[in-house]
C-alpha cells in the first residue's frame, strides 16, 4: 500500500492523500489497525509506522478528535487527520469491501467533509 499527498487537484485549489496500490491483504490490514489502534485502544495511529505501508512523499496519522475536522498540515509532509469515534467507525465500513476484493477502478473516500484535503481509498490510484 503507497501513501502519498497531491497538492492542487482541481480549480478549487483541493488536494488529496491517497492510500492506493493494495490488494485485500492490506486493505485488511489497515481496517485492523483502525479497530485495534483507534476504536479499541483510543490510540493515535501513524501510518509511517505501518510495515505494510510504503510513503511516496508524506505521512500521515489518525487522531481521535471531539469534532470532525478532517486532514490538516503545516509543512505539506506531516498531516493529521482528525476524526470522532463515529466517523472512524465508519471509515471501517467503507473500507470493508476491498477486504473482498479489489480491482482497477475500485475506489473510495474515507470521510466526506467539506474541507480542502481529501482522503482516497484506491485499488489503483484513481478516482
Not at 479499541?40 to 475536522?69: A, G, P, T
Request: charged content about 25%; overall charge negative.
Amino acid at each position: 500500500m503507497k501513501l502519498e499527498y497531491l497538492p492542487e487537484i482541481n480549480a478549487y485549489n483541493d488536494s488529496l492523500i491517497r492510500l492506493y496500490d493494495f490488494d485485500v491483504i492490506q486493505a485488511t490490514k489497515l481496517q485492523t489497525e483502525i479497530s485495534q489502534t483507534i476504536i479499541n485502544l483510543r490510540s493515535e495511529l501513524d501510518l509511517s509506522k505501518l510495515d505494510f505501508i510504503s510513503s511516496i512523499n508524506c505521512n500521515l496519522v489518525f487522531r481521535l478528535s471531539e469534532r470532525d475536522q478532517g486532514i490538516s498540515t503545516k509543512d505539506n509532509y506531516l498531516f493529521f487527520c482528525d476524526l470522532t469515534l463515529k466517523r472512524f467507525e465508519e471509515m471501517i465500513l467503507i473500507i470493508e469491501p476491498f477486504t473482498k476484493e479489489t480491482k482497477k477502478g475500485h475506489f473510495n473516500w474515507l470521510y466526506d467533509l467539506n474541507i480542502p484535503i481529501e482522503l482516497l481509498f484506491s485499488a489503483d490510484g484513481e478516482w
